[in-house]
């Protein structure tokens, strides 16, 4: 991993000064961080999702990867001893390409650990009946994957409105969970859910305080899911053209993309530096 010092020159005015936008476009980020309390790096959990937090969003999924900058503090950050996990609607092995990271846990299918056999067929289904009806809408793609299924439409922006009314009511029919998002709607079983996924996490791990960092509309479970924590917590919305800073009115902080977020992962990873990297062998 190259020197972060070097990749990374000093940021200057982070919200925002002369001609560079503003990053931070809601809240200030020493007083949000200050929220966390003095926890040291390892009672520190780090939940964030991967499209449009850590990676900007593409017009074909597949070509997005997240921002060299958040990979490299978030490599960091495990060093320090922080909980790292990325919860995705992503494949967990697509997931895993794109977030080669050693300790950073990965929760592909927003963590449900592949459908059962009864939400699988209910998938097939779903991907059978929507399959047929979006097949000679131009722009519009179906992507199964093990756990969920995605209905892009980034190529057809305007095609959102009928697609909606048209799919939800299949998805509810086998009863499946729709969640629209940036240029797609997301079917799931019900119990796929970030916000449960967050809880499994916290379950597993009791971290003293917990930072969940999101854009979309699958992510505002993950904000509730913290908002109901009695440890302190932080929310970090991830605005965009598509999801301007008043759709996250419950966060402690909205930065502008995923640019924002490696601003504010810089800031963290400069609070749990003064720890220094965590000697695996200490005891807790
Ligand atoms: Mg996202």
């Known amino acids: 991993m190259p020197d972060l010092g070097e990749l990374f020159p000093p940021l200057i005015g982070i919200g925002g000064v002369g001609d560079r936008p503003p990053r931070v476009l809601r809240g200030d980020l020493q007083p949000a961080l200050a929220k966390l309390g003095d926890i040291r790096p390892g009672q ?4 964030t999702d ?36 990325v ?11 794109r977030i080669p990271i050693a300790g950073s846990r990965l929760l592909g299918d927003n963590g449900i ?6 939400e699988r067929r209910a998938l097939n289904r779903f991907n059978s009946k929507a399959g047929r009806m979006i097949a000679r809408q131009p722009g519009v793609w179906l992507e199964s994957k093990p756990g969920s299924t ?25 009863g499946l969970v729709s969640t629209v998002g940036r240029m797609v709607i997301e079917v799931s079983p019900r119990r796929a859910d970030k916000g449960r996924a967050l809880l499994v996490l916290i379950a597993g791990l009791e971290p003293k305080a917990v930072i969940y960092a999101g854009d979309d509309e699958p992510d505002h479970s993950a904000f509730a899911t913290l908002s109901r924590l009695p440890t302190p917590h932080l929310s970090v919305g991830v605005s ?9 009115g419950n966060c402690d902080l909205v930065v502008d993309g995923p640019d924002g977020m490696s601003a504010f992962l810089r800031a963290l990873s400069e609070r749990m530096a003064r720890f220094g990297v965590e000697d695996p062998l200490a005891p807790d």
């Open 87 to 97: 919860i995705s609607g992503r494949a967990q092995h697509d997931l895993r390409q």
């Open 150 to 174: 995605s209905v892009h439409y980034r190529g057809a922006p305007d095609a959102g409105p009928d697609l909606r009314i048209a799919v939800l009511p299949i998805a509810n029919r086998f």
């Open 44 to 47: 520190l959990l780090l939940a």
């Open 113 to 118: 650990g592949g459908p059962t056999p009864e």
């Open 50 to 85: 991967f499209d449009g937090t850590l990676a900007p969003i593409t017009a074909e999924p597949n070509t997005a990867s997240a921002l060299p900058e958040n990979l490299a503090i978030i490599d960091r950050l495990i060093d320090y001893g922080v909980h790292v996990a």
């Open 240 to 248: 965009s053209t598509e999801r301007p800073a008043k759709s996250f």
